[in-house]
């Protein structure tokens, strides 16, 4: 066990000779292993236990026996008590959730604050497959069938090589103390119920069950490896990013490879999108444009054959200020409308549709710049005077509801929008030959230089 152990902990959690291991001893069998483990390989470490709290007299008698086997062999000790009950409260969590929570962030802060390099936990073969079937009981993707890894950021699971019967004949053998908490067998909680239930139907099976699992999940990491890697391949063939959208998905070629849904959801889930939620993406997608989905921060739209996925936008709380005859520029987030005013007639006309010339004369000020609505109409330059409606206009433009959602319009203090920020000037306001004085407006992300 000793020689396996340490290789583990070298060769599969990465420990290099030198670094402080802060080991989260509850009290129990397999901890209580894991310090003796640390102890006889000499490798420095410190032991860190959790009171919670929860068993009264049996709690305290846990935490005096970690405290004295620390005195004994002269380890580094750090304890914390919690009032688990009030905090689950407090939080709406669950007592387990929240035991879990305050236990990690404590050992975190402890291993921050002593210089330990790592925290390790005494997860053993049994839990992690355990952890496989309470993953396949709730439902999950080929993530949930990967285990509990071995090293993960700061924590490291160094008994994860060996099953718990091995630990327990190694405790028995070496005469190692522990304690054992009775809530273990009580089948209540879900896990207890898959160690206590349905884990002794399966080594009726197969006595060997917890090797064979062993090797089953090795099998789950490497075609998780593999599939990563296939969907990283997958994704320059379907997905592009387009300047002011975000992530594109290319419906068609989504809908050609073997496993759409599965694919559809590696792209989407570092977005936090559901798997419910892409099984109804993609029948959304075959079916019409506009539907909408949301994530905690993502949203995804299904367009015209496209899936356009973006970062929620930031909240805006306010409107842009009036613009006066006086004002000289205005800025809209990274943007900003630079208005400058001119004698006569233009030169010559820009064909850049960030760029309007408008009659001075013919503008009731102060000029608004807000957000397009519904209803919303215009007069198109170059259109012979015809009125159209904004939805109609960015219709003709083929502008998903996301390019929409950016639009600006400049309106006059009669309510007369005379420019589609962007896209196209109102014929009302154009330069005639009647014009004596007129209104350069650009936007841009960075104002120009204006004369002085």
Known sequence: MLELFKAYLTEVCGLQAGQRA???????????????????????????????????????ADEDLVRGYAQAYEVPFFSQSFDTNAEAERTGESVQMAARRLRYTWLENVRLTEGFDCIATAHHADDNAETVLYNLVKGCGIRGLHGIPAKAGAIIRPLLFASRSEILDWAECHQVQWREDASNQENYYARNCIRLEVVPVFKRINPAWTRTMMANI???????????????????????????????????????????????????????????????????????????????????????????????????????????????SVAVGDEVLVLTWHEGHPEHF???????????????????????????????????????????????LKMSRFDKEKIWVLETAQGEICWVVGYRADDRFRIRGSTTRYVELIWTTSPPQLPS
């Open 22 to 60: 802060l080991l989260a001893v509850s009290g129990g069998l397999d901890s209580m292993v894991m310090a003796h483990l640390f102890r006889l390989i000499a490798w420095p470490h410190g032991l860190a236990h959790c009171n919670f709290q929860l068993r009264g007299s049996e709690a305290d």
């Open 218 to 328: 090795r099998r789950f990491q490497q075609a998780e490896a593999l599939m990563q890697w296939a969907v990283a391949h997958i994704a320059t063939q379907v997905t592009c990013d387009e300047a002011g959208v975000g992530m594109t998905i290319d419906v068609q070629k989504l809908l050609s490879l073997p496993a759409p849904e599965t694919v559809l959801y590696e792209l989407l889930s570092p977005c936090g999108f559901s798997p419910a939620q892409v099984e109804d993406m993609l029948r959304a997608a075959q079916r019409q444009s506009g539907a909408m989905f949301q994530s905690a921060q993502y949203r995804l739209l299904v367009d015209r054959g496209r899936l356009l996925v973006q970062s929620l936008p930031a909240a805006t709380h306010s409107e842009p200020p009036l613009i006066e005859a006086h004002t000289r």
């Open 350 to 396: 820009s064909s850049d549709t960030r760029l309007a010339y408008l009659d001075a004369d013919h503008l009731s000020w102060p000029l608004r710049l807000r957000r397009w609505r519904s209803g919303d109409y215009f007069y198109p330059l170059g259109m012979s005077g015809q009125r159209k409606k904004l939805q109609d206009f960015f219709t003709d």
